[in-house]
């Protein structure tokens, strides 16, 4: 079965700093990667997702993250954070033939204004 | 361990009949469960925001009355699909959250209906 690792567990950035969250599965076949934001109180949303093609994906909110396949990495990026950024990412994986997904523990983020 | 505890992970059920999917927090009262299901090549959809002693909000599109929730404990959330049919089949998964604590999910649940 899939599963996914999240490194950090709570990151703390200044406004303007760049991010890089990292995510790494363990899945030897082809896999969907998304990465999800919940901010405090919400639900999640979707910040971005690969299921093929180009493996720098561009999402919402001036985030991206770049699919490795040979690190079975997934990292998110965003080249300067927001206050507004301040949530909990979660990355997450399924296999396309099957519909189960498995996600990361989470990592926190605050961003300091 | 897990925190969030979802049952059953898999079932297989009639075209008519009703299942019901459990969703625990283990360690923590979540004072908020969320409801999702996953279509094939898709993303996780939201279906409903259960908040315990209350009723759920309903995401648009969502039949409220295909898709019953109860929340009657800070421990635990029920989904129950009722009258399955086999356009119901898919992956469903619940979140448990806290102010006080990160937000946990469920393994999922994956329903079949025959």
């Not at chain 1, 999800?36 to 093929?52: I, M």
């Not at chain 1, 994906?57 to 490795?68: D, L, N, P, S, Y």
């Not at chain 1, 996600?103 to 961003?111: E, K, N, P, Q």
């Amino acid at each position: 079965a899939q599963s996914v690792s999240q490194h950090n567990h709570h990151v703390i950035l200044s406004e303007a700093a760049s991010l890089e969250l990292g995510c790494n599965y363990s899945y030897g076949g082809t896999v969907n990667l998304f990465w999800y934001v919940q901010y405090p109180g919400q639900h999640l949303q979707l910040l971005l997702k690969y299921f093929s093609g180009d493996p720098l994906v561009k999402g919402i909110k001036g985030f991206e993250a770049e699919f490795i396949k040979s690190k079975f990495s997934f990292n998110l990026r965003k080249p300067s954070v927001q206050w507004s950024d301040t949530a909990e990412y979660f990355c997450a994986v399924n296999a396309p033939n099957n519909n189960d997904m498995r996600f990361g523990a989470g990592t926190r983020l605050t961003v300091k204004p | 361990g897990a925190v969030v505890s979802q049952h059953p992970s898999w079932v297989i059920c009639k075209s008519g009949t009703s299942v019901k999917i459990e969703c625990r927090s283990l360690d923590f009262q979540a004072t908020t469960m969320f409801w999702y299901r996953q279509f094939p090549k898709q993303s996780l959809m939201l279906m409903a925001t259960s908040n315990e002693g209350s009723k759920a909000t309903y995401e648009q599109g969502v039949e409220k009355d295909k898709f019953l929730i109860n929340h009657a404990s800070l421990t635990l959330s029920t989904l129950t699909v009722t009258s399955a049919h086999p356009e119901d089949s898919s992956f469903y998964i619940c979140s448990a959250s806290h102010p006080s604590s990160p937000l946990h999910f469920g393994n999922g649940t994956r329903l079949t209906v025959t």
